[in-house]
């Protein structure tokens, strides 16, 4: 069974970081292109990052302040966000798969707040 | 790098069939053939019913089906059920290699 496990979450002011991780299992995490998707409260899905066949790709939404990048000896994803703004506030899904994603992890919320 | 366009609701009945349309551009949806359809509940994370515009993952119903015509995706609910009240969402490959999301759409069954 498919696990997605994320974490990494929590309330970080305006400018700071955070670094989220998906601990991933189940399957051949090293075979499968990832992404990450977040949701800010009461709105829609939105596609902040995806790791593929070694490139990364990113909306300009947060391109220059967050970064993509996995540990496939520990089956592990990341997100690195940096100079983060209010409109950051989301929960963050870790997804397998890039143009579709078959299986998504819980979520963690990241609040930018003072 | 814009929102696929969405309608805001759509409503049915119990056994009825419903269609929510999902329109981009010529650098998204009518140029891949790599649309998918997240239906997500409340608090919960989006899963997966249509991916490639038209196939249905394994055990997904059959009463869920996708299709396309030229810059608009749609996906087709027949015979609505109460536990299909829920959020839809569409998405698709893009030109610049990024995926984009659709504006959502409540689904609500009478």
């Known amino acids: 069974e498919v696990q997605l496990l994320e974490s990494g979450g929590g309330l970080v002011q305006p400018g700071g970081s955070l670094r989220l991780s998906c601990a991933a299992s189940g399957f051949t995490f090293s075979s499968y292109a990832m992404s990450w998707v977040r949701q800010a409260p009461g709105k829609g899905l939105e596609w902040v990052s995806g790791i593929s066949a070694g490139r990364t790709f990113y909306p300009d939404s947060v391109k220059g302040r967050f970064t993509i990048s996995r540990d496939n000896s520990n089956n592990t994803l990341y997100l690195q966000m940096n100079s983060l703004r209010a409109e950051d506030t989301a929960v963050y899904y870790c997804a397998m798969g890039y143009s579709s994603s078959s299986s998504w992890g819980q979520g963690t919320l990241a609040t930018v707040s003072s | 790098q814009s929102a696929l366009t969405q309608p805001a609701s759509v409503t049915g009945s119990p056994g009825q069939s419903i269609t929510i349309s999902c329109t981009g551009t010529?650098?998204?949806?009518?140029?891949?053939?790599?649309v998918a359809w997240y239906q997500q509940h409340p608090g919960k994370a989006p899963k997966l019913m249509i991916y490639d515009v038209s196939d249905r993952p394994s055990g997904v119903s059959n009463r869920f089906s996708g299709s396309k015509s030229g810059n608009t995706a749609s996906l087709t609910i027949s015979g609505l059920q109460a536990e299909d009240e829920a959020d839809y969402y569409c998405s698709s490959y893009t030109s610049s290699r990024i995926v984009v999301f659709g504006t959502g759409t409540k689904v609500a069954v009478l």
């Open positions: 010529s650098s998204d949806v009518g140029g891949y053939n790599y």
